[in-house]
């Protein structure tokens, strides 16, 4: 298992949640179902993340030219456009 970081722009915020995933396909959908959103409510709500997490699944990650392990995709959630960047991420602990 490798480690990812999902690094979400919404709504002027930017919010980071990690997991663990044999592939970045599968951290795309477990970052952001193991994202601790609790005190976000006023930004994202459970029904909300449940809509992303739906969308998410038919979403393609694009690598980012120039870099590498990093790849990008958007979805909207309510009408807002969210931006998510993926990146394996080497765990030193």
């Given at each position: 298992?490798d ?15 990690q997991?663990l ?7 795309l ?30 979403e ?8 590498k ?25």
């Amino acid at each position: 298992m490798d480690l990812y970081t999902l690094i979400l722009d919404f709504k002027g915020g930017t919010f980071i949640s990690q997991c663990l995933s044999a592939c970045k396909e599968d951290a795309l959908y477990k970052g952001i179902l193991n994202w601790d959103i609790t005190g976000l409510e006023d930004v994202i709500t459970d029904n909300s993340r449940n809509i992303l997490l739906e969308d998410i699944e038919n979403e393609n990650s694009i690598p980012l030219k120039g870099m590498k392990n990093v790849w990008s995709c958007s979805v909207f959630v309510n009408e807002e456009l969210m931006l998510i960047n993926l990146v394996a991420t080497k765990d030193v602990t």
